[in-house]
């Protein structure tokens, strides 16, 4: 068994793989970048060292570095966790040839699975069920255009090099086809490098099920029994499950062998997962289920897999990687129960789901699931990383078990003044359709109005805060509640300031659960800061309305729409911003006028910078 182990990662996988190594009595060493030093990954481990400033390709994309720390630390391994170098096969060789144990995919499979072109070839070649559609070796937009006539729309334009759901453009009508593909082409080009396409039918109802294989250095290939994905926005995976709902026994195996032969095809040893897209409208069938492509690493959702199956996946990697064969043969591993995972983001749905950013100064997670998160209370979230704050998992005996529990655990989630997506995830998990087994990639977008939380607190929310108030008030009413009233029939009656506006609130028994610490209410995963009115105010609210448009995250301009003395109407929109991989438009908070103008295309912005202001409001 490998003795030392280096982690090339950070936050939540990072502890994830300290905490089975330390279990496995295997020396553990982080490397870490300048704002991580206090992190609890580079505590937890035995050794720690740092290895460049914050972003990304300054230290934990930094090869050179990284070997450089597993030389001075004797680290005997590396594990590269997720995202990052994980499926860099260049790294994988150099790792290797600086005579260290890679705890990741053999390079020449993650170069064969690397491009999504080059590996639905190889897995038509296996035998192996792909989405119908074009590989493209002909890139002429003339030809791309034909073949997606002839496949028939809608069509799904993907790039070859493209992931993390970057780099695809659904075409609904042939006539928009020549527009849709220039402006994938682009995309793939900025954030690939390489603009090559391929195009695919697009799967109606479609499902996302992936299979959990796992290949050792015998020749060995098992899978782990597939999950469901299918709870995703803008492509990117929010609640995760296995098994999948409505899964037979006869798709199940049909699925779990094509994943184990496309396995095989490429000589895998480690974990993988095979993704696959279901065409789900007339439920799950073997014969509707394809390839979509492989990831030659572990996944973000992989514990889902370890709770139905009882398996730890990092340990299983790190016997692999020390040579040992598969921990158990296919007939040894079954399905226990249900399990689901919903991914905790600082991010704001009811705004966008705009990233959230700063301090968590208020952190509690539930203890009733089993928690992965990378941050404690008092840790810091910012834009150089991705703002996933903690994994949610549990554990159920049925799927409405596991969905209850993890609602449940959703609901209870706590943070402040980092917004997150908690009462988002407690709604869908809640949500009847869901609830039947209804999942579809669309799920989020059709049911996104009653899913997202609105912006002005809801009665209940009112109800608590204002129920928090009201004991304060007893031989107390002159001096600390302004906007209370004295007369006895309205002695229920207290007006509320939540997020800076006030309420007048007729408390009514029972008053709804909530939590209150310090100014803020913990509802059903939302927070609210409230308090008592504030003598002199004039009420209507402040922040947004007093006409500064500011910039809600670090990001680039990359549109402004107006001009300085322009006449805007409320809501209209301003100015575009870009950060981490998602546009926020900035609207006009009021009618009015464009008073100053400091946003210029193409500029970069700190967080909380003057963009524009808009006077002649309210
Ligand atoms: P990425 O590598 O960027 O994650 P994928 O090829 O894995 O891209 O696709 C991401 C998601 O896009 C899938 O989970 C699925 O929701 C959707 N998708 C991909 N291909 C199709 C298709 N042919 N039809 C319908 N939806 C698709």
Same mark, same amino acid.
């Given at each position: 068994m490998i003795e030392s182990l280096l982690i090339a990662n950070r936050g939540e996988i990072a502890r994830r793989i300290i905490r089975t190594a330390k279990r496995l009595g295997i020396r553990t060493i982080a490397v870490h970048s300048d704002i991580d030093a206090t992190m609890p990954f580079v505590r937890e481990a035995d050794e720690a060292m740092p290895i460049g400033p914050a972003a990304a390709r300054d230290s934990y994309l930094r090869q050179d570095r990284i070997l450089e720390a597993a030389r001075k630390t004797g680290a005997e391994a590396i594990h590269p966790g997720y995202?990052?170098?994980?499926?860099n096969a260049e790294f994988a060789e150099a790792v290797i040839a600086a005579g260290l144990i890679w705890v990741g995919a053999p390079p020449a499979a993650i170069r064969a699975m690397g491009l999504k072109d080059a590996a639905k070839q190889r897995m038509i070649d296996a035998g192996v069920p792909v989405t119908p559609g074009y590989l493209g070796e002909d890139q002429d937009p003339v030809r791309l255009q034909r073949e997606a006539d002839a496949i028939g729309y809608p069509v799904l334009i993907k790039?070859?090099?493209?992931?993390?759901?970057?780099g695809m453009r659904r075409v609904e009508r042939v006539e928009d086809f020549a527009a849709a593909l220039a402006s994938c082409q682009r995309e793939a080009a900025s954030s690939f490098g390489d603009d090559r396409v391929l195009i695919e039918k697009?799967?109606?109802?479609p499902r996302h099920i992936e299979v959990q294989v796992f290949g050792d250095s015998q020749g060995n290939v098992v899978h782990l029994f597939e999950r469901d994905c299918?709870?995703?926005r803008r492509h990117q995976k929010v609640i995760e499950e296995a098994p999948? @709902?409505?899964?037979?026994a006869e798709t199940r195996e049909a699925v779990c062998q094509a994943a184990v032969k496309a396995a095989r095809s490429v000589n895998y040893v480690g974990a993988g997962t095979i993704e696959f897209i279901a065409d789900?409208?007339?439920?799950?069938r073997a014969d509707r289920i394809w390839f979509m492509e492989m990831n030659t690493r572990l996944q973000v959702e992989h514990p889902v897999t370890e709770a139905i199956t009882g398996q730890d996946l990092v340990e299983w990697q790190l016997r692999i990687a020390s040579g040992? @064969?598969? @921990?158990?043969?296919q007939d040894q591993l079954s399905i226990d129960g249900w399990a689901m995972e919903a991914r905790l983001y600082a991010e704001n749905p009811s705004n966008g789901f705009l990233p959230s950013m700063g301090r968590l100064g208020h952190l509690q997670l539930p203890e009733t699931v089993r928690i992965d998160s990378g941050v404690e209370r008092g840790d810091e979230v910012t834009?150089?990383?991705?703002?996933?704050?903690a994994k949610l998992i549990s554990h159920g005996k049925t799927r409405r078990d596991a969905a209850q529990k993890l609602g449940k655990a959703a609901a209870n989630v706590e943070v402040w003044p980092v917004r997150t997506n908690a009462a988002f995830l407690a709604r869908t998990l809640r949500h009847p359709d869901f609830l039947s087994g209804a =999942?579809?990639?669309?799920f989020i977008e059709r049911h996104v109005n009653e899913l997202v939380p609105a912006l002005d607190p809801a009665e209940t929310v009112l109800q608590v805060a204002a129920s928090a108030l009201l004991?304060?008030?007893?031989?107390n009413v002159w001096t600390a509640l302004?906007?209370?009233?004295?007369n006895a029939a309205n002695d229920r009656r207290v007006t509320v300031e939540v997020n800076e506006k006030p309420y007048l609130v007729e408390v009514t028994d029972p008053r709804p659960a909530g939590r209150c610490e310090k100014g803020v209410l913990f509802l059903e995963g939302e927070a609210w800061a409230f308090g008592p009115r504030r003598a002199?105010?004039?009420?209507?609210?402040t922040g947004a309305s007093d006409g500064a448009i500011i910039a809600?995250?670090?990001?680039? =301009?990359?549109?402004?729409?107006v001009a300085e003395g322009d006449s805007v109407k409320r809501g209209q929109p301003l100015i575009v911003i870009e950060a981490m991989k998602m546009e926020q438009t900035l609207n006009a908070p009021?009618?009015?006028?464009?008073?100053e103008l400091k946003a210029a295309k193409g500029s970069q912005v700190v967080e909380g910078s003057l963009l524009a202001r808009i006077e002649g409001g309210e």
């Amino acid at each position: 068994m490998i003795e030392s182990l280096l982690i090339a990662n950070r936050g939540e996988i990072a502890r994830r793989i300290i905490r089975t190594a330390k279990r496995l009595g295997i020396r553990t060493i982080a490397v870490h970048s300048d704002i991580d030093a206090t992190m609890p990954f580079v505590r937890e481990a035995d050794e720690a060292m740092p290895i460049g400033p914050a972003a990304a390709r300054d230290s934990y994309l930094r090869q050179d570095r990284i070997l450089e720390a597993a030389r001075k630390t004797g680290a005997e391994a590396i594990h590269p966790g997720y995202g990052f170098l994980s499926e860099n096969a260049e790294f994988a060789e150099a790792v290797i040839a600086a005579g260290l144990i890679w705890v990741g995919a053999p390079p020449a499979a993650i170069r064969a699975m690397g491009l999504k072109d080059a590996a639905k070839q190889r897995m038509i070649d296996a035998g192996v069920p792909v989405t119908p559609g074009y590989l493209g070796e002909d890139q002429d937009p003339v030809r791309l255009q034909r073949e997606a006539d002839a496949i028939g729309y809608p069509v799904l334009i993907k790039a070859v090099a493209g992931g993390g759901g970057k780099g695809m453009r659904r075409v609904e009508r042939v006539e928009d086809f020549a527009a849709a593909l220039a402006s994938c082409q682009r995309e793939a080009a900025s954030s690939f490098g390489d603009d090559r396409v391929l195009i695919e039918k697009y799967i109606p109802s479609p499902r996302h099920i992936e299979v959990q294989v796992f290949g050792d250095s015998q020749g060995n290939v098992v899978h782990l029994f597939e999950r469901d994905c299918s709870l995703q926005r803008r492509h990117q995976k929010v609640i995760e499950e296995a098994p999948a @709902p409505g899964m037979d026994a006869e798709t199940r195996e049909a699925v779990c062998q094509a994943a184990v032969k496309a396995a095989r095809s490429v000589n895998y040893v480690g974990a993988g997962t095979i993704e696959f897209i279901a065409d789900a409208s007339e439920g799950l069938r073997a014969d509707r289920i394809w390839f979509m492509e492989m990831n030659t690493r572990l996944q973000v959702e992989h514990p889902v897999t370890e709770a139905i199956t009882g398996q730890d996946l990092v340990e299983w990697q790190l016997r692999i990687a020390s040579g040992e @064969p598969l @921990p158990l043969k296919q007939d040894q591993l079954s399905i226990d129960g249900w399990a689901m995972e919903a991914r905790l983001y600082a991010e704001n749905p009811s705004n966008g789901f705009l990233p959230s950013m700063g301090r968590l100064g208020h952190l509690q997670l539930p203890e009733t699931v089993r928690i992965d998160s990378g941050v404690e209370r008092g840790d810091e979230v910012t834009s150089h990383y991705d703002p996933m704050i903690a994994k949610l998992i549990s554990h159920g005996k049925t799927r409405r078990d596991a969905a209850q529990k993890l609602g449940k655990a959703a609901a209870n989630v706590e943070v402040w003044p980092v917004r997150t997506n908690a009462a988002f995830l407690a709604r869908t998990l809640r949500h009847p359709d869901f609830l039947s087994g209804a =999942v579809d990639t669309a799920f989020i977008e059709r049911h996104v109005n009653e899913l997202v939380p609105a912006l002005d607190p809801a009665e209940t929310v009112l109800q608590v805060a204002a129920s928090a108030l009201l004991p304060k008030q007893s031989g107390n009413v002159w001096t600390a509640l302004t906007g209370f009233r004295l007369n006895a029939a309205n002695d229920r009656r207290v007006t509320v300031e939540v997020n800076e506006k006030p309420y007048l609130v007729e408390v009514t028994d029972p008053r709804p659960a909530g939590r209150c610490e310090k100014g803020v209410l913990f509802l059903e995963g939302e927070a609210w800061a409230f308090g008592p009115r504030r003598a002199g105010h004039a009420g209507g609210g402040t922040g947004a309305s007093d006409g500064a448009i500011i910039a809600p995250m670090p990001g680039s =301009v990359i549109a402004v729409s107006v001009a300085e003395g322009d006449s805007v109407k409320r809501g209209q929109p301003l100015i575009v911003i870009e950060a981490m991989k998602m546009e926020q438009t900035l609207n006009a908070p009021f009618d009015g006028v464009v008073a100053e103008l400091k946003a210029a295309k193409g500029s970069q912005v700190v967080e909380g910078s003057l963009l524009a202001r808009i006077e002649g409001g309210e």
